[in-house]
């Protein structure tokens, strides 16, 4: 039921409805307190048949407009949201949702959205496991579950998600499989702070002309320290990094070449503090730059091919792997394509570490900071470390984290929110070329 205000004032009759911010807003005036009285109740009927109609929405329903509209989203050219990443929910609803939240044997009448608690997820997570799903996909479905309800909220159908966000079947015993690798997963190796060091050794240009092995030097480190995900670093441009207050800044991405596409998620925009040590080579690189691209080059890493574009993800990753190899990390073979152009491509045949090229440090930059929380637990708080890596939700960078790599020394600053991040992400490197200024 809409919230209707009514005064008298200056000889009228005014009627006032509050919005959903908590504002009263003039929607009718008028000399007779009758006509007012009665538009008041058309406001008020018509809000009880929206509220029913909502009422009426089955979960169903709303998670297959919540799906239909996730894969409108990646569609936008102005989104950044991947069609590989969410064509899964279709695939989902159709194959795990509709038939199971639809059976009235399962339920006894069809679920509204409204209505959905922890007993009906497990019933749900119950009938997906006999029907053959794993347990693995079963609980990325069940995740799903909590961001169709958050949609449901923001849409208005209902009002909070209830304790059933906080539901996770990982972490009720009676659901776990009898197999317990199953749901152990296999981690494969991630890369430590040693291995960074290496990298980025291997990579300090010798050769202050050599503009290339410059650009890759400060390219893999901005990736090592910042953790970001390769469309947010190939969308950098200088406006984006302040070099007298040492900040950066991530507004947009590149996303199959396409620039000015929103960031992955509401928590992906961020303005946090460069690190010290990169803050250092990010300054020497901005006289480089200009003197090889022109000041007139807005792009940190630009393209060598073409003028004032980007760098691709295809080159950077290229960089990353042919280094690795050099290390001893990786394995690659150079091979020609089959279609007429006959180019020279990089096929990975092995890759020591989880996830892909830029993945691999997202993960070293959350271990970082996750593992350096406890040393500074005020400064290097859930918010600030979930925020520096771009996540809605420190689970998601908990889940990046892998805490076997601790290491506690530290580097003295004088700033304390600079300092517990330099503590964090620090990385022992060759001092050459970073001295450049």
Same mark, same amino acid.
């Not at 290390?327 to 020279?344: H, P, T, W």
């Given at each position: 039921?809409a ?27 008028? *000399? ?39 894969m ?11 069609v ?7 695939r989902?609803?159709n ?9 009235r044997e ?46 449901a909220?923001? *849409? ?9 966000g ?13 197999? &317990? ?11 430590? &702070? ?7 050794n ?44 040492? &900040? ?13 596409r ?8 961020r ?14 690189w ?12 807005e ?7 073409y ?31 089959k ?79 600079r ?19």
């Amino acid at each position: 039921m809409a919230y209707t205000k009514l005064f008298q004032k200056n000889g009228f009759w005014v009627l006032l409805v509050k919005d959903a911010n908590g504002k009263y807003k003039l929607v009718y005036k008028n *000399k007779l307190k009758s006509l007012v009285n009665k538009k008041r109740a058309e406001i008020q009927s018509s809000s009880i048949d929206a509220k029913a109609a909502i009422d009426k929405k089955t979960f169903v329903e709303v998670y297959e407009e919540f799906a239909n509209q996730k894969m409108a989203d990646a569609l936008n050219p102005q989104s950044a949201l991947k069609v590989n990443s969410v064509n899964c929910y279709p695939r989902w609803f159709n194959k795990w949702i509709k038939p199971v939240f639809d059976n009235r044997e399962l339920f006894s009448s069809r679920i509204l959205v409204g209505e959905i608690n922890v007993d009906d997820a497990e019933t749900w997570f119950k009938q997906i496991r006999k029907s053959g799903c794993s347990f693995k996909v079963a609980c990325d479905v069940a995740q799903s579950l909590e961001t169709c309800l958050k949609y449901a909220v923001k *849409k208005q159908y209902i009002k909070y998600v209830g304790p059933i966000g906080e539901w996770s079947p990982k972490e009720d015993k009676a659901l776990l499989p009898k197999d &317990r690798s199953e749901y152990t997963p296999n981690k494969t190796p991630m890369i430590n &702070r040693q291995e960074v060091s290496r990298l980025l050794n291997h990579l300090t240009p010798t050769n202050n002309e050599d503009i290339k092995s410059i650009q890759k030097y400060v390219c893999i480190s901005t990736l090592a320290f910042l953790g970001l995900r390769m469309s947010e670093l190939i969308a950098l441009k200088w406006n984006d990094i302040n070099l007298d207050t040492g &900040r950066w800044e991530v507004t947009h991405t590149i996303v199959y070449g396409q620039y000015a596409r929103s960031v992955k998620a509401d928590g992906s925009e961020r303005n946090n503090l460069l690190p010290n040590e990169l803050w250092k080579i990010l300054k020497a690189w901005r006289i480089v730059h200009n003197k090889h691209f022109g000041k007139s080059c807005e792009w940190i890493f630009p393209s060598f091919s073409y003028y004032n574009v980007a760098v691709t993800e295809k080159a950077v990753r290229d960089w990353l792997v042919l280094a690795y190899q050099d290390l001893g990390l990786a394995k690659v073979e150079i091979r020609r394509s089959k279609s007429g152009d006959n180019k020279a491509y990089i096929k990975v045949l092995w890759n020591k570490f989880k996830g892909g090229p830029s993945k691999t440090f997202r993960h070293f930059a959350s271990t970082a900071l996750m593992n350096h929380q406890q040393a500074d637990p005020v400064i290097l708080n859930d918010n600030f470390i979930k925020t520096f890596i771009g996540h809605t939700n420190i689970k998601m960078t908990k889940h990046y984290a892998d805490h076997n790599n601790l290491d506690e020394e530290a580097l003295g600053q004088s700033d304390r929110e600079r300092t517990a991040l330099d503590k964090a992400i620090r990385i022992n490197t060759t001092d050459e070329w970073k001295e450049l200024n």
